[in-house]
């Protein structure tokens, strides 16, 4: 469509920017805090040069500093994570006061600010005492505790909290955690992953009902956050357009049709039967998923995805396959630390490479090279028209508001030496252009209530370590967490200083697709 002017985005529109507590927080085994499985993981030599969140970028001791920061940005969302092995530190039994008053401290900061807190209550730091002891998300005791820790959380600030977010991005955690093996708990099994899967999504529901339930969360919103991408037949060869709806299936309506409408997709389901790996659904699973409804969708957007007809009747030499880039190539060589198998694993492609294939082969399409997108130094895909095509798509689907909770570029920013300051203008550029897509989606229709740009400050890129930079606040850390933790705000934190100012008048429009 094309229009000779844009809407404006609403009055109210939630300008913010995103976190997740293992990434920053620190003070890993401070104030009654118990492990977390990524505190575990980490230790056990499974990311990029042995790098942990030990201290990550200490957001825990910088706490009033970061607040600071985030009110001279003019932000008025702020979405983070709560550690849920701060606040319960084995994951169902006595809970930790002083991890409560943390949050305390930075929900009560952010609206003292002016900022809406936005609270992840899981965003895959699981507690390791659930691991050892239920083997985590295969154990419907994990769902229980789950449903336990919500209510902590609700009942402490179900007042003073207006948007909650359940959990972030199922598709992404159950699939490297349990298919992949490149997050905790590092299992290869396609059967397992989806029996894990189906209690994530149990858990989703109790959440969302308990939360509806009680008197102080009355006013306020809840749903999860989800990594959406749309899905590309590489062309017009009906197989290959076939591939793209069976890709479409299974990597979003899978998980989106069980959040809004409580039941698996039919096509997909039936498909994992005849495969002997579906998860077990009894009629008072499906009873309790039915009756859980979101308030809104969260949207984490990076990029889309381009497929063919699957590997079985279309042999891999006719394709070029979606994953990794020289660039990232280059990267982990020069890191080292066994990064080669982390880089080369896109988590928001549902396929990994042939070589990394190593549960059983689900034979629906295989992921293909885009030939009309750039990538990052990381090897992911640049795809703004992608983020309005995802937004589009999703209210369509769905009718249900989106909040945008990140969107974002990881690259390697360095200090000028000339000035000292951070020349992000790259990340500029990518972030105006999703802005600005995502502005036309909205004069599309579409209802997005806010935008919470990924990140705030720089911080623990799980597997990658210090290296990949997403934040507009740039962090002096590095790998063998000695940096001095100065925070120096970016080029983009300026910059979109005044778009939010502006409610995004600033941002230019450009041409119009």
């Known amino acids: 469509m094309h229009y000779e002017k844009l809407d404006s985005f609403p009055k109210d529109f939630l ?24 505190d575990v993981y980490a230790h056990e030599g499974n990311t990029i040069n042995g790098t942990t969140g030990d201290v990550a970028v200490d957001h825990y001791h910088h706490l009033d500093e970061d607040l600071d920061l985030m009110k001279r940005m003019g932000l008025k969302a702020y979405r983070f994570s709560v550690a849920w092995s701060r606040v319960i530190p084995d994951g169902d039994g006595q809970v930790n006061d002083a991890g409560v008053d943390f949050y305390r401290r930075l929900i009560e900061g952010l609206l003292a600010r002016g900022i809406q807190p936005v609270p992840t209550l899981y965003h895959w730091d699981l507690p390791e005492s659930l691991q050892k002891r239920f083997g985590g998300w295969e154990s419907r005791a994990t769902v229980a505790a789950f449903e ?41 099994d396609v059967a397992t992953m989806f029996r894990a899967n189906h209690n994530v999504n149990l858990a989703n529901a109790r959440a969302i009902n308990l939360f509806h339930s009680l008197d102080a969360c009355r006013e306020g919103l809840i749903g999860p956050s989800f990594g959406y991408g749309p899905v590309y037949p590489r062309d017009c060869d009906p197989k290959n357009v076939l591939a793209s709806l069976n890709a479409d299936d299974f990597n979003n309506s899978w998980w989106l049709d069980v959040y809004t409408r409580g039941e698996y997709p039919y096509f997909t ?38 497929v063919q007809e699957n590997r079985l009747d279309r042999p891999l030499d006719d394709a070029v396959n979606a994953t990794g880039s020289q660039s990232a190539a280059e990267l982990t060589a020069v890191a080292g630390g066994g990064a080669k198998a982390f880089s080369a694993i896109d988590p928001y492609l549902m396929q990994p490479k042939e070589d990394q294939a190593q549960s059983p082969e689900i034979p629906m399409f295989q992921n293909v090279e885009n030939p009309f997108v750039s990538k990052t130094d990381w090897g992911w895909e640049v795809d703004a028209t992608g983020f309005r095509i995802a937004l589009r798509q999703l209210f369509e689907r769905y009718r249900l508001p989106l909040f945008v909770t990140e969107n974002g570029l990881g690259a390697l920013d360095t200090i000028s030496a000339t000035d000292g300051k951070i020349h992000d203008g790259y990340r500029i550029d990518y972030l105006r252009d999703h802005l600005v897509t995502m502005q036309e989606a909205i004069t599309d229709g579409v209802d997005v209530v806010g935008y919470c740009a990924w990140s705030f400050t720089d911080l623990l890129s799980w597997l990658n370590g210090y290296r990949k930079r997403y934040g507009f606040v740039y962090v002096d850390q590095n790998d063998d967490e000695t940096g001095t933790l100065a925070r120096t705000p970016k080029d983009s934190f300026f910059w979109y200083r005044d778009v939010i100012a502006s409610n995004g008048a600033s941002l230019d429009q450009g041409e119009r697709r």
């Open 148 to 188: 336990k820790y919500c209510g902590v959380m609700f009942r402490a600030f179900g007042d003073r909290v207006k948007y909650w977010i359940t959990i972030n991005e199922q598709n992404v955690f159950t699939a490297m955690g349990y298919r992949w093996q490149t997050h905790p708990p590092k299992i290869n």
């Open 269 to 306: 389901y039936k498909a994992l039967q005849r495969m002997g790996v579906a998860p077990v659904v009894s009629a008072s699973d499906n009873e309790l998923l039915r009756s859980a409804h979101p308030d809104f969708l969260g949207v984490n957007y990076y990029h889309g995805g381009t």
């Open 15 to 38: 300008w913010g920017a995103s976190s997740a507590a293992y990434q920053v927080e620190g003070a890993a085994a401070e104030d009654g805090k118990g492990p977390s499985i990524w």
